[in-house]
């Protein structure tokens, strides 16, 4: 079976779940600068507030990067590392010298979008393909990513 690969996968398969993969990956890194300069720029009444929730926001998204990174591996295949990769892979694109809080937030909100978008994407890819690994951890990203999503609608009101 030599269609068939270390943790058997067809690999044709696994080359496209481990693609998409790669252009999640992008967008997580994308995302994750974004959150990390928010963090580091938010201003105004809800600073405190806010400053702690992006540092958590984004230390989940760093836990995040790597085990994407990591599940690409597992396929076989070798994940992106550049960061001008990522800039021209990613939907996502960097934001800048944003320091008011709600727009902090509506950024936090459209990176969110993207994300899910694709992870659904992934999700059908790997139910097809019988990777359970790879459905499991978009379907636990997804659901995680959901509940932030109505959380920060509901603190912009």
Same mark, same amino acid.
């Given at each position: 079976?030599?269609?068939? !690969?270390?943790? =058997?996968? %067809?690999?044709?398969?696994?080359? #496209?779940?481990?693609?998409? &993969?790669? /252009?999640?990956?992008?967008?997580?890194?994308?995302?994750?600068? !974004?959150?990390? =300069?928010? %963090?580091?720029?938010?201003?105004? #009444?809800?600073?405190?507030? &806010?400053? /702690?929730?992006?540092?958590?926001?984004?230390?989940?998204?760093?836990?995040?990067?790597?085990?994407?990174?990591?599940?690409?591996?597992?396929?076989?295949?070798?994940?992106?590392?550049?960061?001008?990769?990522?800039?021209?892979?990613?939907?996502?694109?960097?934001?800048?010298?944003?320091?008011?809080?709600?727009?902090?937030?509506?950024?936090?909100?459209?990176?969110?979008?993207?994300?899910?978008?694709?992870?659904?994407?992934?999700?059908?890819?790997?139910?097809?393909?019988?990777?359970?690994?790879?459905?499991?951890?978009?379907?636990?990203?997804?659901?995680?990513?959901?509940?932030?999503?109505?959380?920060?609608?509901?603190?912009?009101?």
């Amino acid at each position: 079976m030599p269609d068939i !690969n270390a943790i =058997g996968l %067809h690999e044709s398969s696994a080359s #496209q779940l481990a693609d998409k &993969l790669n /252009t999640l990956l992008a967008n997580y890194q994308i995302f994750y600068m !974004n959150v990390r =300069g928010y %963090h580091w720029n938010v201003k105004g #009444q809800q600073f405190f507030e &806010l400053h /702690t929730k992006f540092e958590e926001l984004y230390t989940d998204l760093l836990t995040k990067v790597d085990e994407v990174a990591e599940r690409i591996l597992t396929l076989g295949h070798q994940p992106v590392h550049a960061y001008s990769d990522y800039v021209q892979m990613a939907s996502i694109e960097e934001d800048k010298n944003v320091q008011d809080g709600e727009a902090c937030v509506r950024g936090i909100l459209k990176g969110y979008q993207v994300l899910i978008e694709r992870q659904r994407e992934i999700l059908s890819l790997a139910s097809d393909a019988d990777d359970e690994g790879t459905a499991s951890m978009a379907g636990d990203y997804i659901r995680e990513q959901e509940k932030t999503v109505w959380m920060l609608n509901a603190y912009l009101g």
